[in-house]
């Protein structure tokens, strides 16, 4: 495929091609000012004390559960304001432009009904970001309105020769138990639970891991009050579990002499005992360029660890400009690197499954 550099290169979005994937699939261009805005006042506009995650995951699941109890073959558009102004409105004009959980809730109801709170914090009527009314409405859900919306590109794996590639992982973080990271993330529905002050992942396709595609909304500038939204489209394209020994076998001895011939240290350290790896493949127009992530879960000494590790090409000036500006500390973080659990996945997974909060 041949494109410019103001749109994409072979394997990688140009600056243009890059503007397009600003925020969510389910917000239309005219509708990003308000929509960032309603997320600013939920949580990015708060003082750092009076933050909580799940308050931003709520109000993310107001927004997708407006979306798609209004109209699911549409994005949000700014005509769709109106009706947050008069939920939301005076609740913010009485907190100086925040919204607090209480006024989330408050407003929630006004917009949605009386059911919302209660369906938010119910498992049984909450998946991939959305609260439904009831357990049917949730089991007759249809995965094909956001995948349409998604527009999703080809597979873009890393093409540049070995010894050009970046390969990176990061700290391990520590969860409660194995089999609840394996039953937390086999149900790709509740991964918009384990979202993060600087992203969330929700699932586009019906079914489980293998073949999952994920639509990611990151997050640049989160500390502070007017951050930026982009997002970009990752599949799992090779799962490995103890169901089949050699190829967990083969997959991590592979993962640990690319990373060993690269300068970083081992993915599951010595004496550790491997047991679950996944590859999340990037498609044409993600952030980061071409390559992959991965996700591994081992033990050690009696305790489960999960930590990410990727795999990239070299970036296009505009990417790598970006991510050294921008980028790279929040995605260190993201992956679990510090101490503020607000602002990594792993550490919300580790959290959902009974670690304390720090």
Do not use: C
């Amino acid at each position: 495929m041949t494109t410019t550099d103001e749109t994409n290169t072979a394997n990688q979005p140009g600056a243009l091609g890059f503007a397009r994937m600003a925020g969510s699939s389910i917000a239309g261009r005219d509708a990003a000012p308000w929509v960032t805005d309603f997320l600013n006042a939920a949580y990015y506009r708060r003082e750092p004390a009076e933050r909580q995650a799940d308050d931003l995951r709520f109000a993310f699941s107001v927004l997708t559960t407006y979306w798609y109890r209004k109209d699911p073959t549409r994005r949000l558009r700014v005509t769709d304001l109106p009706a947050f102004h008069k939920a939301f409105g005076a609740e913010r004009f009485a907190a100086n432009g925040r919204l607090s959980r209480e006024a989330l809730e408050r407003g929630a109801v006004t917009l949605l009904g009386d059911w919302f709170p209660a369906a938010y914090a119910d498992p049984a009527r909450k998946g991939w970001g959305i609260a439904f009314e009831t357990p049917e409405d949730k089991a007759a859900y249809d995965h094909s309105y956001r995948f349409k919306l998604a527009k999703i590109g080809d597979l873009t794996a890393e093409s540049a020769p070995l010894d050009q590639q970046v390969w990176h992982t990061y700290d391990p973080v520590e969860v409660p138990s194995a089999e609840g990271l394996i039953a937390a993330i086999t149900q790709p529905e509740t991964w918009p639970e384990y979202a993060s002050a600087l992203g969330r992942f929700t699932p586009l396709r019906p079914g489980g891991l293998l073949g999952q595609t994920f639509e990611i909304e990151v997050v640049a500038g989160y500390d502070k009050a007017v951050p930026l939204w982009t997002r970009g489209y990752v599949t799992i394209t090779t799962l490995v579990t103890p169901d089949d020994q050699k190829a967990l076998h083969n997959w991590f001895e592979a993962l640990e002499v690319g990373m060993k011939e690269h300068g970083e240290p081992s993915i599951v350290p010595e004496g550790g005992e491997p047991l679950v790896g996944f590859d999340l493949t990037t498609h044409a127009g993600h952030f980061m360029g071409s390559g992959h992530n991965r996700l591994v879960l081992y033990t050690l000494d009696g305790k489960a660890y999960v930590r990410a590790a990727g795999t990239w090409d070299p970036m296009s000036w505009h990417l790598s400009k970006a991510y050294e500006s921008q980028g790279k500390d929040a995605q260190h973080a993201f992956w679990g690197v510090g101490e503020d659990p607000e602002v990594s996945m792993l550490h919300q997974i580790a959290i959902a499954l009974g670690a304390p909060t720090k």
